[in-house]
C-alpha cells in the first residue's frame, strides 16, 4: 500500500512532467489576458524560499485553486488569476474578491505590523474611503503574489458539482495538507504564512483553508495524469 509520502513524490513528479509541457512556470506579475489560457483549469502556486524536504528536491506547493465550480458559472480562468493578481494599473487589488489576496495580507500585516484595521471587516464590499485606506496593503499583496512561481493545468470540464477540476483541487489541497497530519514538506521557519490569523493556514501550510481538513483519495492521481498526458509536447 502506498503511503502519503509515496503519493507526494508521484503527484510532484506529475507537476515536473506539467512544467516540462508548459515549457516552465510564470509568475502572475508578467502575466496578462493577452496570454493563451485555457479556458478552464486548476492553479498550482510555489513561492520563494519555500522548498520540499521530504519528498524530494525542489520547490514546494503552497496554493493550489480552480473557479467556476458551480453550475452555470461563466468565470474564466485568467478572471480567477486576474482577481489574485490584482490591478496592473494600481498595482493595489480587491482582497474581498480573493480569499488568496486575503489570507497573505492578514499574513503580511501581522508580520509586519501594518495598519490595517478594516481588512477583515465589510463582508464582499467596502465602501471607497475603506478601499483607498487599504491600498497600501493590498500593493503589498500583489507584490508577494506576483513573484510567485504557478503552474496551470488545463481542464475544460462544465462546472458543477462533478467536475474533474474540483476532484483535481481538492484531492491535490488534502494531499499537499499538513493539518491535523505527521507533517511532510513542511513550511520553512520564515513562511509569511505561519503569521496568518487562519489556523488551518498555520497548520496546513498552504494558503488554503478549504479541504485542509480532509483525507485524499489518491485515484486523483490518475486524473491528474491522464489530464498532463494528454497535454501537447513541447517541440
Known amino acids: ?20 509541457r508548459l515549457r516552465g512556470t510564470r509568475r502572475l506579475s508578467d502575466c496578462s489576458g493577452r496570454a493563451a489560457w485555457p479556458r478552464r483549469g486548476v492553479y498550482f502556486f510555489t513561492e520563494p524560499g519555500e522548498v520540499r524536504t521530504d519528498s524530494g528536491e525542489g520547490a514546494r506547493v503552497v496554493r493550489v485553486g480552480t473557479h467556476a465550480l458551480k453550475p452555470g458559472a461563466k468565470s474564466t480562468l485568467w478572471n480567477r488569476l486576474r482577481q489574485h493578481k490584482g490591478s496592473a494599473k494600481s498595482g493595489a487589488g480587491n482582497h ?21 484595521p478594516t481588512w477583515d471587516d465589510f463582508g464582499s464590499h467596502a465602501p471607497p474611503e475603506v478601499r483607498k485606506s487599504e491600498r497600501p496593503t493590498e500593493q503589498d499583496v500583489s507584490t508577494v ?9 488545463p481542464a475544460d470540464d462544465e462546472p458543477g458539482p462533478a467536475s474533474l477540476r474540483g476532484f483535481i483541487e481538492r484531492n491535490s489541497i488534502a494531499l499537499l495538507s499538513n493539518y491535523g497530519k505527521q507533517p511532510l514538506d513542511p513550511p ?14 498555520r497548520s496546513s501550510g498552504l494558503w488554503n483553508s478549504n479541504h485542509v481538513d480532509e483525507d485524499y483519495d489518491p485515484e486523483f492521481l490518475e486524473a491528474l495524469k491522464r489530464v498532463v498526458a494528454a497535454m501537447e509536447k513541447p517541440s
Open 96 to 116: 474581498r474578491g480573493s480569499i488568496f489576496r486575503r489570507v497573505v495580507g492578514a499574513a503580511l500585516i501581522e508580520r509586519d505590523s501594518l495598519s490595517c
Open 188 to 201: 520553512s521557519l520564515t513562511w509569511l504564512g505561519r503569521h496568518c490569523n487562519r489556523e488551518k493556514v
Open 145 to 153: 503574489i506576483g513573484a510567485m512561481p504557478f503552474l496551470w493545468l
Open 1 to 20: 500500500m502506498m503511503s502519503r509520502l509515496d503519493h507526494l513524490k508521484r503527484f510532484y513528479g506529475l507537476l515536473a512532467e506539467l512544467e516540462h
